[in-house]
T-cell receptor, first 112, second 113 residues
Framework: ELKVEQNPLFLSMQEGKNYTIYCNYS?????LYWYRQDPGKSLESLFV?????AVKQEGRLMASLDTKARLSTLHITAAVHDLSATYFC????????????FGQGTRLTINP | NAGVTQTPKFRVLKTGQSMTLLCAQD?????MYWYRQDPGMGLRLIHY???????AKGEVPDGYNVSRLKKQNFLLGLESAAPSQTSVYFC????????????FGPGTRLTVL
């Protein structure tokens, strides 16, 4: 059974600092997705990672995938308040139809 | 384009009542999904559909039924609501292919008393 674990679950940081969110998963998959959710809102797609060594960057966020270690990271560079949100990783079960298993989410708070 | 829409946005039910949640998408996507989101547990897949007239079970299908009579609509039914079904329900849609992300609706907050 595929399990997806994120850490930390809660993260409070200051503007300007760097930090990394980790996403570990338990069975083989080479398809991983990162989503952002603002409080009371829906989920917004951030990155799609489809192969070992994949790296995607958008603004202050960079995501990577290591399928051998079954690990993805979401790195935040020089955080700004607007990045405060909950971040989810989701792993495809590779059973067709893009059946995703989500991590618990990391609630990120960035303080001025 | 409206994207993915959900009706209703909020609903309160009594135990044993039934209801249907409607999801509609205007992006001509083949795949549609229903998830529930509970605190501290991320999203869990309830049912999904890979095309009009087809449905399949996800991780947590018990107590729910679905139908996809039209490509653009995906209905989630609760025949006899239970307090354990109190949750936020999200619908999503996507094109086939791993490189295509899922697009999510705004969610329905359901409370079962």
């Amino acid at each position: 059974e595929l399990k997806v674990e994120q850490n930390p679950l809660f993260l409070s940081m200051q503007e300007g600092k760097n930090y990394t969110i980790y996403c570990n998963y338990s069975t083989t998959s080479d398809r991983l997705y990162w989503y952002r959710q603002d409080p009371g809102k829906s989920l917004e797609s951030l990155f799609v990672l489809l192969s070992n060594g994949a790296v995607k960057q958008e603004g202050r966020l960079m995501a990577s995938l290591d399928t051998k270690a079954r690990l993805s990271t979401l790195h935040i560079t020089a955080a700004v308040h607007d990045l405060s949100a909950t971040y989810f990783c989701a792993v495809d079960k590779n059973q067709g139809a893009q059946k995703l298993v989500f991590g618990q989410g990391t609630r990120l708070t960035i303080n001025p | 384009n409206a994207g993915v829409t959900q009706t209703p946005k909020f609903r309160v039910l009594k135990t044993g009542q039934s209801m249907t949640l409607l999801c509609a998408q205007d992006m001509n996507h083949e795949y549609m999904y229903w998830y529930r989101q509970d605190p501290g547990m991320g999203l869990r897949l309830i049912h999904y559909s890979v095309g009009e007239g087809t449905t399949a079970k996800g991780e947590v299908p018990d107590g729910y039924n679905v139908s996809r009579l039209k490509k653009q609509n995906f209905l989630l039914g609760l025949e006899s609501a239970a307090p354990s079904q109190t949750s936020v329900y999200f619908c999503a849609s996507s094109r086939p292919g791993s490189y295509n992300e899922q697009f999510f609706g705004p969610g329905t907050r359901l409370t079962v008393l």
